[in-house]
């Protein structure tokens, strides 16, 4: 349903008589506004009576105002692939508002005020007052100075008896926030307390997690090892053969009824000299098609027996949910006698779940 919402609305807006079917679809949009406006552009073709309706919905739940922010900017320009506000001030920059936004600048002004700025972290918003945004949109360099000065001034906490403005909005999505190397607050360790209902046992054991291997199962090569968060002194994927090259890869699957817009990712070595050098975290939907999430070129980071590191995913891509994740060799190793396979003993993902 989350899928056909756009087209939907497309269709039934200009009918009369399927209005109920139009605000029905609005309500599944605000809903799932973070899905909806990640995993395709087909927003940016709605009318603006319809987006309106959407960013003013009562039921608009995400899970950042910069989220919001960067929707209304993408439909105003009618973007053509996915971008956040620091890509659209970098073509602002080369270009005038006017000509970015086209007949939609009067809509951007009109719809830019529905972004609660006061809920956006003080130094997002220092960063956004030296943007070319806040220098050529008036509105917008107004309601950040607004929310800077509410922010330093301390006049009140977000959520009390202000304008709602002021107030959160509801989050489908659970926040699993990166703290350190090995701490609790992950989706994998999430998964392992039946999702804060119990005490932790190994996710992969308890079915809420499934983790395979390039290479087939065996006593080095062992799922449920990644997810123990118990230090291994031999744990691998070997290689196979796809398309008459060798690929070497560890696969995550959160769940069918599971996503995650991944913006930080951490792995652990284990006891070998194998240290991985080339290789791209990717994402997926259906687990074939994959998209990068960051590549690693001769990425000297591991070099140490149960090394833990771990690794921001930025861009537009960490604003993408997705069921599959996993980490695919695209080079050699560190160690020559075992130059494609994959060592580590451990494997674990942050960002927003739902």
């Not at 509105?139 to 100075?145: C, S």
């Not at 744990?235 to 090259?245: K, L, Q, T």
Request: net charge negative; with cysteine.
């Amino acid at each position: 349903m989350k899928d056909s919402v756009c087209p939907i609305l497309q269709v039934v807006t200009p009918i009369s008589s399927c209005k109920l079917i139009e605000e029905t679809c609005e309500r599944k949009f605000a809903l799932h506004f973070d899905y909806c406006t990640t995993a395709s552009l087909d927003f940016v073709f709605l009318d603006e009576a319809t987006f309106s309706s959407i960013i003013r919905h009562p039921d608009l739940t995400v899970t950042s105002e910069e989220r919001v922010l960067n929707a209304i900017l993408m439909w105003g320009m009618k973007a053509k692939e996915l971008c956040g506000w620091e890509e659209m001030d970098e073509l602002i920059i080369k270009l005038t508002p006017e000509l970015v936004f086209e007949e939609r600048l009067q809509s951007v002004n009109y719809l830019l005020p529905y972004v609660r700025f006061p809920l956006l972290p003080h130094a997002l918003l220092k960063k956004m007052e030296n943007s070319c945004l806040n220098r050529q949109i008036p509105i917008f360099d107004n309601l950040v100075k607004e929310a800077v000065i509410f922010i330093e001034s301390g006049l009140a906490v977000p959520g009390s008896n202000q304008s709602v403005r002021f107030q959160h909005r509801r989050s489908s999505f659970k926040e699993l926030q990166y703290i350190c190397d090995g701490d609790s607050n992950g989706v994998l360790y999430f998964a392992g307390t039946s999702y804060g209902e119990h005490p932790w046992v190994n996710p992969v054991l308890a079915k809420r997690i499934n983790i395979t291997a390039s290479s087939p199962i065996s006593r080095y090569t062992d799922p449920k090892a990644l997810a123990s968060r118990t230090y291994q002194g031999l744990s691998f994927a070997g290689p196979r053969m796809e398309d008459g090259h060798n690929c070497t890869w560890w696969m995550v699957d959160i769940g069918q009824d599971h996503q995650l817009m991944c913006n930080y990712y951490t792995l652990r070595m284990d006891g070998s000299r194998a240290y991985i050098r080339y290789w791209n975290f990717q994402g997926s939907m259906d687990g074939k098609s994959w998209t990068n999430l960051r590549v690693h070129e001769n990425d000297q980071t591991l070099c140490k027996h149960g090394q833990f590191a771990s690794w921001a995913v930025i861009g537009p891509n960490a604003l993408r949910p997705f069921r599959f994740f996993r980490v695919v060799l695209t080079g050699p190793t560190a160690d020559a006698a075992n130059s494609w396979n994959f060592c580590i003993c451990f494997l674990e993902l942050y960002g927003y779940f739902h």
